[in-house]
């Protein structure tokens, strides 16, 4: 089946640093994939997308390159502030039955200190 | 803006009691979704339903059961409470391409059920 694998936190980081969270995948065919983000006591919302090996996903300054051949799909952020502070899952479509369904990653906590 | 919300964000019950989490999304989406999301497990999906009056089992469905009687509501029902459903409750929407595939999901803020 598919299933999504993410570094486990929380990750604790200072104003500025670089921010890497891992994810890995396991699909058949072609998936798409996501990360979503949960700031405190809020629902996900989708942060970046990429529907195709090679394509980068980039918003609010965070990025990620899907890689077919490492199957991963790395979060990336240069510089990090504390408004960044949230859950960050994982994610990635997986066709079922007449449609798509999401399977996601356990979650990241970020937390960033001043 | 699209928006999804959830009926509670507090809602506290007792073991047996009949519980509905309501839904509701303002996009006229054909696809809802209701998930639970517990520490170190992720989201799980409970159940789906991409058009009215369908509905389809998702990853762990035991305990629940699911309405969807017009396109922008759907009700996650827990027929007797147990207290291993104390969880955050998550509801999401998203529209379909013209290839069936589903896009990107809207969630609600979540109601987070205590069950004692």
């Known amino acids: 089946g598919n299933s999504v694998t993410q570094m486990e936190g929380p990750v604790t980081l200072s104003e500025e640093a670089f921010l890497t969270i891992n994810c890995t995948y396991t699909?058949?065919?072609?998936?798409?994939l996501f990360w979503y983000v949960q700031y405190p006591g809020e629902g996900l919302q989708l942060l970046l997308k990429?529907?195709?090996?090679?394509d980068k996903g980039s918003n609010k300054g965070f990025e990620a390159t899907y890689r077919k051949e490492t199957t991963s799909f790395h979060l990336e952020k240069g510089s990090v502030q504390v408004s960044d502070s949230a859950v960050y899952f994982c994610?990635?479509?997986?066709?079922?039955?007449?449609?798509?369904?999401?399977?996601f990653g356990t979650g990241t906590q970020l937390k960033v200190e001043l | 803006d699209v928006k999804v919300t959830q009926s509670s964000r507090y809602l506290v019950k007792r073991t047996g009691e009949k519980v509905f989490l309501e839904c509701v999304q303002d996009?006229?989406?054909?696809?809802m979704f209701w998930y639970r999301q517990d520490p170190g497990l992720g989201l799980r999906l409970i159940y789906f339903?991409?058009?009215?009056?369908?509905?389809e089992k998702g990853d762990i469905p035991e305990g629940y059961s699911v309405s969807r009687e017009k396109k922008e509501r759907f009700s996650l029902i827990l027929e007797s409470a147990s207290t291993n459903q104390t969880s955050m409750y998550l509801c999401?929407?998203?529209?379909?391409?013209?290839?069936?595939?589903?896009?990107?999901?809207?969630f609600g803020p979540g109601t987070r059920l205590t069950v004692l």
């Open positions: 999401a929407s998203s529209s379909s391409d013209n290839t069936g595939s589903y896009n990107e999901q809207f």
């Open positions: 699909a058949t065919g072609y998936p798409s």
């Open positions: 990429a529907t195709k090996a090679d």
């Open positions: 994610a990635l479509t997986s066709r079922t039955g007449g449609g798509n369904k999401l399977t």
């Open positions: 996009m006229d989406h054909e696809n």
């Open positions: 339903s991409y058009d009215v009056k369908m509905k």
